[in-house]
């Protein structure tokens, strides 16, 4: 098993549902843009382009592996900080095929394309995660894996530990998805215009947002 890190921003807001799972953004309180991703909705990372260059690379790496393929998902933890593994998505080519078919004018071949996990995926709770910072200790990163400037490749031991390390794990998608709803609300209520263009983007009706802006994602070092 090949596998690749990639990094969301977990809400900081209060009152989730369920606050003992990672969710991704909705409302922008790491001032980085609504986020979409991950996209637990469609199973996959890349719905949005924001990052489409680092994501398609592992796209194509996953379709070349003969092994089978993972993307981990790290995050740090919106109160202490704490850079975490989070959650699994196996890469599945059967799934891949139907969304390239199902949405075949959204995708470019180059620079652009779905990383989609079978139902095998999982994403499990901040007292499940997988802590990460004593591994970046003892081999000198800086950075978290799945971050800009952190690790992109998963090494085979680290990645062995990780998958490990989740198999007991309850999974959390279908909590984190009240969750997303919850924060989805959220921003209805506070920012119609921000809300508009969020829901234009899940939707697939628009590609990009002015708050998930290259400048954003510079200033996000992910």
Known sequence: M??????????????????????????NKWHMGNKTEPHFERM?????????????SNVKKALQSGDGHCMILTTNHP?????????????SPAAY???????????NAKKYL????????KLVSFSD???????MIENGKGHLPGKRYGVVKAEPRLLERILKHFAG???QIERFLTNVRHLEEILRRTDSKACEDYLSRKKGISYHSSSCSVSAIRKAKC
Not at 2 to 25: H, I, N
Not at 114 to 121: A, E, F, L, M, V
Request: charged share 25%; hydrophobic share 35%; proline share 7%.
């Open 169 to 171: 794990a309850p999974n």
């Open 2 to 27: 090949d596998g690749c890190f990639q990094f969301f921003f977990s809400s900081k807001e209060e009152g989730l549902p369920y606050p003992d799972v990672p969710t991704r953004d909705v409302t």
């Open 129 to 135: 995660a997988f802590g990460l910072r004593h591994w």
């Open 97 to 107: 095929e139907r969304a390239i078919a199902r949405f075949e004018r959204r995708w």
């Open 44 to 56: 996959m990372e890349n719905w949005c382009p924001c990052r489409a260059r680092f994501v398609t």
């Open 114 to 121: 779905p990383y989609i996990g079978s139902s095998k995926s």
């Open 79 to 91: 109160r202490t900080n704490e850079g975490v593994a989070v959650g699994v998505l196996y890469f």
